[in-house]
């Protein structure tokens, strides 16, 4: 065999190479791992308030996590709120039954007895 003479610019080239793969790599892991939290219900309220039209925002709760929240409406309606990266996700929540009884409701032809 013929003997290879490694200088230390090989040796620190090699270290350096090694020492930045680690660490880019623990980076990444770390950033994936990083929970971005809903801090407050008012964020929670103005994200609602901004995705869902005609949404007016009553009251809102967060989740002791901060990943997740609910918003309520004045008129009843509720929309589940959640952070996807640095953004804030908002959707409405549905009960297929009660937009079934919310549709014959306002269908009904009005009578002078109150509804139930």
């Not at 971005?36 to 609602?48: L, V």
């Not at 995705?51 to 996590?65: E, K």
């Amino acid at each position: 065999m013929i003997p290879i003479a490694l200088g230390p610019a090989v040796i620190g080239a090699a270290v350096a190479a090694l020492v930045a793969s680690v660490g880019g790599i623990g980076w990444a892991a770390v950033r994936k791992r990083r929970v971005i939290r809903i801090e407050t219900a008012e964020e929670a309220a103005e994200a609602a308030q901004a995705q869902l039209p005609g949404f007016a925002v009553s009251g809102a709760v967060v989740g002791a996590d901060g990943r997740g929240a609910l918003a309520v409406a004045d008129d009843g309606r509720v929309a589940a709120v959640k952070r996807v990266g640095k953004r804030i996700a908002v959707r409405e929540v549905t009960c297929g039954r009660c937009a079934r009884r919310r549709r014959e409701f306002s269908s009904r032809p009005a009578t002078g007895r109150s509804a139930r």
